[in-house]
């Protein structure tokens, strides 16, 4: 059983996913339990293959028999084995939320959430670039329904925008993939990056050309300026708890920026070596202007949180493109840290439009909230998404500004500013939430958006400082093997046939 572990975090959410969309018509008594059941079993799968992969070994899944370069193959390694951990963890809060109620809306949230789940994890997973496509595709299938998710004009717009974007970014990806495999005769990352290091001097302008529409592809799905134009209203308009879930969606983007370039295009590439990473460095920067204007000028919770997850993405890019393993150390802590608390922060909102009434989570007078428990969780995730110390936040700005050092002052400005921007338009909208108006819903009243849910991930920024020691050295240790992926290299390519 425990060779065919790595292979469980795409199967276990495909067979869940069918179950629940073949009866799609039974009642969501049976359907939460099957959902949340996935969902546990899932986290525990993820972090067994977390203590595997903390090892150091990169492990190698071989489906069919057929071995590198030629076959499929599943890579494990401690970023591939860090993505499934982050994503299984905001599964179970997503899916508690949205058994509160809101799942009745429509009949297949939680079989759509399953495929969502099965897309992000062979994304994660995947150790050829044509499978990275296929599982972009299938995570993007099941979020252009999750989006829509209970109807309504705003979701019905932003939803249009964000598959009309998605589709040409499909068609870019697989044009690039073409070029790719047309340029190196093969489609196996591992092996790609060999053939790439050492490619006649001919053919070096078309292999970067396809490098570069790799890269276009990747940001836009990471929301990077121009392309992110999307991801606001997107977020803004979804159901909560399908906004929480999406706090993952942008992070993928980076995970494939992370991946794919610095195995194709790293320091090892010879004449692609760094390819784009001084457009990302600017267009990084650019993302963080854009985040702090958006944040000021916000109109809602859900709005300024969705602009939070700009100014996330310009932080972890610039961090990307500074190339350094201090820089990837901190930034992939931030990852961590961003995905958790925005998805906390979104359940939150859920939690204040259900109470507001018409007023819903905009910043407007009308009923503000009384419960203190509510106060008490916008105040904790508040200050751990503004960058406040002790919580993780903090954390992972010093470790980011400390890698810049005083040669990248622009970023140092930038980030600073951001942290301000966002002090200020979180107390502004604490202020109109919970001072302004007339008393909301009393919390003990039945609830559509129970707080529990909220309190499972608020927490998580505390256990980030607390086992900071040795989160900081296993996200050291990946870097430095992101830097140098030829043990990767010379994992994937002498796997051996029969599943492992």
Not at 286 to 291: Q, S
Not at 356 to 380: K, N, T, Y
Not at 420 to 433: D, I, K, N, P, V
């Amino acid at each position: 059983m425990s060779s065919h572990l790595l292979v469980l975090p795409v199967l276990l959410p495909l067979l869940a996913g069918t179950i629940l969309l073949l009866f799609s018509g039974a009642r969501l008594a049976w359907k939460r339990p099957i959902n949340l059941l996935a969902c546990v079993l899932l986290l525990g799968v993820a972090l067994a293959l977390l203590v595997r992969a903390a090892g150091g070994d990169t492990q190698v899944y071989v489906l069919g028999d057929w071995a590198p370069p030629f076959g499929i193959v599943l890579v494990l390694d401690r970023l591939s084995a860090l993505l499934l951990v982050v994503t299984a963890v905001l599964a179970i809060p997503v899916t508690l939320a949205m058994s509160a109620g809101t799942d009745r809306s429509g009949q297949n949230f939680h079989g759509l959430l399953q495929f969502q789940l099965m897309g992000l994890n062979g994304a994660f997973l995947t150790g050829d670039l044509f499978n990275l496509f296929v599982f972009f595709e299938i995570l993007l299938i099941a979020s252009y329904a999750l989006l829509v998710f209970g109807g309504g004009r705003a979701r019905v717009a932003a939803s249009l925008h964000y598959v009309f974007l998605n589709l040409a970014g499909s068609a870019v990806f697989i044009i690039a993939v073409g070029l790719l495999y047309g340029i190196t005769g093969t489609l196996n990352m591992a092996d790609m990056a060999q053939r790439l290091a050492t490619l006649p001097v001919d053919d070096v302008p078309l292999a970067r050309a396809a490098g570069l529409l790799l890269l276009l592809v990747f940001a836009m799905k990471a929301a990077l300026l121009p392309l992110g134009m999307w991801l606001p209203a997107a977020y803004a308009s979804a159901a909560a708890p399908i906004a929480a879930l999406f706090a993952i969606m942008s992070k993928v983007g980076i995970y494939a920026i992370f991946r794919v370039h610095g195995l194709l295009f790293g320091e090892h590439a010879g004449a692609l070596a760094g390819l784009g990473q001084t457009l990302v460095w600017w267009l990084a920067l650019g993302t963080l202007v854009l985040g702090v204007c958006g944040m000021l000028g916000a109109r809602s919770l859900r709005s300024l949180l969705a602009w939070q997850v700009m100014v996330s993405v310009g932080t972890l890019l610039a961090g990307w493109a500074l190339g350094t393993v201090a820089a990837w150390q901190g930034a992939l802590f931030y990852l961590i840290h961003s995905t958790w608390l925005t998805a906390a922060m979104f359940l939150l909102a859920g939690v204040v439009v259900a109470r507001r009434g018409v007023a819903e989570d905009g910043f407007m007078i009308g009923q503000r909230i009384v419960s203190p428990v509510v106060g008490l969780a916008f105040l904790a995730g508040a200050v751990a998404l503004v960058g406040l110390p002790p919580l993780s936040g903090f954390v992972g700005k010093a470790l980011l500004l400390q890698a810049a050092g005083p040669a990248d002052a622009l970023f140092w400005v930038l980030l600073l500013v951001a942290g301000l921007a966002a002090l200020l338009s979180f107390a502004r909208a604490g202020s109109t939430l919970f001072w302004r108006g007339d008393p909301a819903t009393p919390l003990s009243s039945a609830q559509p958006m129970p707080l529990a849910p909220v309190w499972l991930l608020l927490p998580l920024s505390l256990l980030l400082v607390a086992a900071g020691d040795v989160i900081l050295a296993y996200l050291e240790a990946t870097a430095v093997a992101l830097k140098s992926p030829q043990d990767l290299i010379d994992a994937v390519l002498g796997a051996r046939t029969g599943g492992e």
